[in-house]
């Protein structure tokens, strides 16, 4: 391990999911992963979380950092144009094909798909291809993003270029995935969203805020995500197995981390006694009041929700959800 080039534990410090942009004093005081980098005895991470912090805070970037990286469909099947943004505070500074290759830049950045109209003419078109080898794959591990509305066979062509090249990436936005759009490339879709989920690297998968929007992806495979440790958060609709929930709940108690996770639904078997066992107080208002009604036959009038909450040196964690229909969510805000 200690030959490992610095430049790659580096990238590896940077691609972490606190932002170079907020990677200051603020972050530092929060038990961030970079703070905890800077705890370990080895130097290969020690030193480079400490770099890139003084380098951040001192203005002195030894490293170039991409900022964004958007592909636009090109005018032929299989071509594409690129914008590229360098994240230089406090500006964000327009970068070419020819910079990126001539500069040494950190590995972490965030790559956006989109079929929206192009303005201008100063961006050079290159396949697909090369937009994969030369930038999706170096710069994708902070986000993917798809913002594609109308066009199905450029959506088809990403969706079957990632699965050739197997990119695995910690996060993914479908935010902009629209009903229409999503049934025309649902098969490849789900076979993109699957395959990220069992590689147990997705620390983070957003899907659109639509009431009537789901991934028919199956109930097994999709709450697998919730089994896997480094997973953080999500607002798709899925169920939260009590087993996965109950080790989330004991490793959160160790680690506790800022946290949201909305559009939970829990499962028949989750009660009231089984939280008390895994460490949380319920905080139900009028609990007292509640009872007294249930029991005189009124308990019909009364919300169903029930609020539990496990506290942490830094932070407490809620978890609210209806003894009903078994929907909530859990939540652990900054302090």
């Not at 030193?47 to 636009?72: C, F, H, P, W």
């Not at 160790?254 to 939280?275: A, G, M, V």
Request: charged share 25%; aromatic share 12%.
């Amino acid at each position: 391990m200690e030959t490992v080039p610095f430049v790659f534990s580096l990238a590896v410090v940077d691609a972490l999911h606190v932002e170079v942009s907020s990677f200051g004093i603020w972050s530092m005081d929060r038990n961030s992963p970079h703070r905890n980098l800077i705890r370990l005895s080895s130097p290969i991470w020690s030193q480079a979380a400490l770099s890139l912090y003084e380098d951040v805070n001192g203005d002195k970037m030894r490293y170039r950092v991409m900022n964004n990286v958007t592909i636009y469909r090109g005018k032929e099947r299989g071509m594409c144009f690129c914008e590229i943004e360098e994240c230089n505070r406090p500006f964000r500074t327009k970068l070419s094909l020819k910079d990126v290759k001539s500069t040494r830049f950190l590995r972490s950045s965030s790559v956006s798909f989109t079929d929206t109209q192009l303005h201008g003419d100063k961006f050079e078109q290159i396949s697909l291809e090369d937009a994969f080898i030369k930038l999706v794959i170096p710069f994708a591990s902070g986000l993917l993003e798809f913002d594609i509305q109308k066009d199905k066979i450029f959506f088809l062509d990403v969706l079957s270029k990632l699965q050739e090249h197997e990119l695995v990436l910690t996060r993914v936005s479908l935010g902009s995935l629209s009903i229409e759009m999503y049934d025309k490339v649902e098969k490849e879709m789900n076979k993109f969203v699957t395959f990220q989920i069992k590689q147990g690297c997705l620390r983070d998968l957003g899907v659109p805020y639509l009431r009537d929007f789901s991934l028919s992806i199956p109930k097994e495979e999709l709450s697998a995500i919730f089994y896997q440790p480094q997973f953080e958060s999500t607002n798709f609709e899925a169920t939260f197995p009590t087993k996965a929930f109950e080790a989330f709940a004991e490793r959160w108690s160790k680690w506790p981390t800022s946290l949201y996770r909305p559009n939970l639904s829990f499962e028949d078997d989750l009660n009231h006694k089984d939280l008390q066992r895994m460490g949380f107080k319920e905080i139900t208002r009028w609990k007292k009041l509640r009872r007294l009604l249930k029991a005189v036959g009124l308990g019909s009038h009364i919300s169903s929700y029930r609020s539990y909450k496990i506290i942490s040196q830094k932070y407490r964690l809620y978890v609210t959800f209806s003894s009903v229909t078994r929907l909530g969510y859990i939540h652990a805000p900054y302090p």
